[in-house]
C-alpha cells in the first residue's frame, strides 16, 4: 500500500485562536471563508448536528464543478478541528482534513496549518500521473486561508 498524500498550507492569523476556532468548526460559517465557495450558484445543502460539535454535518449536491460530499466534524479544541471529508461525486474518495492552531505571543496572531491527508487507491494514483494535487489544491488552500485570515480580522 503507498504512503498517503498530504497537502498543507499555513498562515498566521492577528487574533487568538479561540476567535478562529468558530469559522473551522461551525460549518455553517464555510460559506464566509471556502475557496470553492460560488463554484455552484445553484449548490443544495444539508446541515445536522449542533453547529460547531463534533458530530455536526454538512453535506452538499452540485454541479459537475462542485460535486456532491459530506464533512463531519470529528473533533474540535483550543489547538485543533479535524474534519473527516468524503466525496461522492465526481468521484469517491476520503481524507482527514485538519486545521492547527498555535498561538504565536512574541509574534501576537496565530499560525493556522491546514492539511488534507488522503489515502492512495487506484484513482489517485492514475490522478497522479496527469495532475501534481500538490500544486492542484495547494493554490485553493492559499486562497481559502487568504479569505479565512480576512473574515476573521475583519
Known amino acids: 500500500m503507498a504512503a498517503p498524500t498530504t497537502i498543507e498550507r ?3 492569523i492577528t487574533a487568538r485562536a479561540a476567535d478562529i476556532t468558530p469559522y473551522l468548526a461551525d460549518l455553517h460559517r464555510w460559506v464566509e471563508w471556502s475557496p470553492w465557495e460560488g463554484q455552484d450558484p ?11 460539535t463534533v458530530g455536526s454535518t454538512y453535506a452538499w449536491k452540485g454541479n459537475r464543478k462542485a ?6 466534524i470529528t473533533r474540535v ?20 482534513v485538519a ?3 498555535d498561538e504565536l505571543e512574541r509574534e501576537g496572531g ?10 492512495q ?12 494535487m500538490d500544486k492542484f489544491l495547494g ?7 487568504a479569505k479565512l485570515k480576512a473574515a476573521v480580522e475583519r
Open 10 to 12: 499555513e498562515t498566521v
Open 99 to 101: 486545521f492547527r492552531l
Open 77 to 96: 479544541d483550543a489547538a485543533e478541528v479535524d474534519v473527516d471529508l468524503q466525496f461522492t461525486a465526481p468521484f469517491r474518495s476520503s481524507s482527514a
Open 67 to 72: 460535486g456532491a460530499g459530506a464533512m463531519a
Open 121 to 132: 487507491n487506484l484513482m489517485s494514483r492514475v490522478m497522479g500521473v496527469f495532475v501534481n
Open 110 to 119: 496565530t499560525r493556522v496549518v491546514w492539511s488534507m491527508t488522503s489515502p
Open 42 to 52: 445553484a449548490l443544495q445543502r444539508t446541515y445536522t448536528g449542533e453547529p460547531g
Open 139 to 145: 493554490g485553493d488552500f492559499e486562497k481559502g486561508l
